[in-house]
């Protein structure tokens, strides 16, 4: 089946201005931000959860701390030299 | 004919018996003209469909349907009630998405494998009692490993090797697990364990099930072999084993606290190893053993919330997981290949897949809106209210891992990343794309409508996902993993190597093994060569002249005649079944095994 070439075009276009989105991702974050001063848990289920701004700190900080923790300790430690896995079929 | 009558009061159609018949007649039929009996596949999934939802609609409560007495025993082959019906309701969905997904395979093999896989899952969910199970998890087994070694590759021949070892392993702890049970017990009845009254037979069992669940440390059997099968294969494989073992664990083993804690180790251990793995079908196996931890530490939790998080999640997984195999199958099918290094800038050359592919992965990253929100804040939030609260942020922190590897990492290298690919791609088949178009309308569809869900499940537990709080979390959550993404993304770049994982530990067992069965038959062996040439030969020598004599007066015409009539007689054909393979011996016992069922049942 042919895939749409309207559709990869577009997404040409939105590659071309990634720029753009990037504005956009920290404008959403920061709104997120805001609302969190707003909107608070209910009940939180432990004392962090009731302030605001830890989910994103939590998300964040894991985020940042996995990617340097696996990448760069970890995986030396556990990569090997790949098989011959035959994907090419 | 006592069968006959049995088969009368059967008051359902058991969705495993179409797989079956449908197995045995593509024992019949020809590869070359598949374009005809393709649409065949769809029969078994669509009366699955009819037949589970006919039981949901019908009287509520528990209802064994189908007792067969067989060997002296009764065989529980239809236990339906809320429970079972719930996985049986997704099981019959996937085999029905995963048949269009595969229609295009002129391979009679793969869908025979296919249909023993997906009969073994549903005898499972309705055994009623541990014998018939096992029947059944052995035939999910050995239907399983064909996807597998059905590939084609030496890779996949040797994963499907240790894939079959260790699930053998696995049955033997169910089996002896249930015969000891037997033996003190009396009965094989498959009924829930209260976590202070389980005896060492309980936990015999429990390992089997462990196995099949991809239980951290005995998984690894998982990320070695799934990657490795088929590309429609890997759908079926996806969805049936584990969730099977998550329904078994459920029934049995609710609140055992090593299921809690060890479902929240396999969270993030699946987590951390996607996070660093190149080839993307592996990346989504790391997440299957990720993703079952949620429901793996749910059941092990055991509130009515947890465990109905543990069903809604399985059930959503189920869809969302089968999608992302779906979009990983395409650009295997397409490009060739499914290492992150050898994919990018296919966004533009891929737009439904990227498009299909990327539903799933905000799917099982529980963003609002699709199945995995409605699913996974469940089971968090029922940890949370049991006050397991290190649990909970446990789950918390794998999902960000979850966003983070398969919502960002992966489409980001398979897509974008590198400028606009102009690798050449092989067309994708329509059926391949339907497929992947009917699981992401169902994960919007459970996304956007929870209750159609949540009416499924088997506790009453009130939870409402779309609160303004619940909603503002999951956004939190995701949008910084994204920003965490791109300030490491210089740093997440995927590189070509094999990880070190449990599976290297158990070759290593093999090969030691190996040798030491090896070193020393060696070294007899070199001993009795000399003894052999220093004084067998010079005996074997005179006996020779005696045996040639005897042989040349009054052997040979006895011989003659008969050799002629073997020779005639089939032993051409003897000679040409011995293929040497163990896999076509594995099939030929299957074979014989539900023929000798079946006339065991019928004129027993």
Known sequence: MREPNSLGAWLDAARNNARAFKILLYAVLAVLVGLNVVILPRHPHFEGEGVPGFWAVFALVAAIGMVVVLKKIVYPLLARPEEDTNDRS | ?604
């Open chain 2, 1 to 604: 004919m006592t069968g006959l009558d049995q088969l009368a009061g059967i008051h359902f159609l058991h969705p495993s018996i179409a797989f079956l018949a449908l197995a045995l007649a593509l024992a019949f039929l020809k590869n070359d003209q598949y374009r005809i009996w393709r649409w065949l596949l769809l029969a078994p999934p669509v009366m699955a469909i009819a037949s589970v939802v006919s039981l949901t609609m019908g009287p509520g409560g528990a209802r064994e349907l189908a007792a067969v007495s067989y060997l002296g025993q009764t065989l529980s082959l239809g236990r339906v009630d809320t429970l079972s019906l719930v996985f049986a309701h997704v099981f019959a969905i996937q085999s029905l998405i995963g048949f269009i997904y595969a229609l295009h395979v002129p391979s009679r093999g793969q869908h025979m494998a296919a249909c023993l896989y997906v009969a073994g899952a549903f005898g499972c969910v309705f055994a009623g009692d541990y014998l018939s199970l096992f029947i059944f998890w052995e035939l999910m087994s050995i239907g399983s490993v064909f996807l597998i070694w059905l590939r084609g590759t030496p890779a996949a021949t040797a994963a499907g090797f240790r894939y079959l070892l260790f699930h053998i392993f696995g049955g033997l702890f169910l089996l002896a697990g249930l015969l000891l049970r037997h033996a003190e017990l009396g009965t094989f009845a498959f009924t829930a364990v209260a976590p202070d009254a389980a005896r060492y037979f309980d936990y015999v069992i429990l390992i089997g099930f462990l196995v099949n669940a991809a239980f951290v440390p005995l998984h690894a059997w998982l990320p070695d072999a799934y990657p490795e099968g088929t590309v429609t294969g890997a759908v079926f494989l996806s969805a049936f084993t584990t969730k099977t073992a998550v329904y078994v664990l459920a029934r049995g083993y609710a609140g055992f606290e090593i299921l809690a804690v060890g479902g929240c180790v396999m969270c993030l251990y699946g987590v951390f190893y996607a996070t660093i793995e190149n080839n993307t079908r592996r990346i989504l196996a790391y997440h299957i053993v990720s993703q079952v931890g949620y429901m793996v530490c749910g059941i092990g939790i055991g509130t009515a919330m947890t465990l109905d998080g543990a069903c809604a999640h399985a059930y959503a997984h189920i869809l969302y997981k089968g999608l992302l195999f779906m979009g990983a199958g395409c650009l295997l099918y397409s490009a060739g290949t499914a290492k992150l290094t050898e994919l990018g800038g296919l966004a533009s050359r891929l737009p439904l897949v990227m498009i299909g592919y990327m539903v799933g992965a905000v799917s099982i990253s529980g963003m609002p809106l699709f199945n995995g929100f409605v699913t996974k804040t469940m089971t968090i939030t029922g940890a949370a209210e049991a006050h397991r609260t290190w649990l909970a942020l446990g789950m918390e922190l794998a999902a960000v891992g979850t966003f983070l590897s398969v919502g960002i990492k992966l489409p980001y290298f398979a897509f974008w990343a590198k400028p606009k690919s102009t690798a050449e791609l092989k067309p994708i088949p329509w059926n391949m794309y339907l497929g992947m178009g009917i699981a992401s309308a169902l994960c919007l569809f459970i996304g956007l409508f929870p209750q159609t869900l949540y009416a499924l499940l088997p506790f009453p537990t009130e939870y409402v996902p779309y609160t303004s709080w619940h909603v503002l979390q999951a956004c939190l959550l995701l949008g910084f993993t994204g920003l965490g993404f791109s300030f490491m993304r210089k740093i997440i770049v995927p590189h070509p190597s094999r990880n070190l994982d449990f599976d290297f530990l158990y070759r290593a067992v093999g090969r030691g093994f190996v040798k030491l069965v090896s070193v020393p038959t060696a070294a007899v062996d070199n001993v009795w060569t000399d003894v052999y040439a220093k004084i067998g030969l010079r005996g074997l020598l005179a006996a020779g002249r005696g045996t040639s004599l005897f042989d040349g007066k009054g052997i040979d015409g006895v011989i003659d005649g008969s050799a002629r009539g073997v020779r005639e007689g089939g032993g051409a054909t003897v000679a040409r079944a011995q293929t040497g393979r163990i896999q076509d011996y594995l099939a030929a016992a299957v074979a014989l095994g539900l023929l000798l069922f079946a006339a065991v049942w019928f004129l027993g």
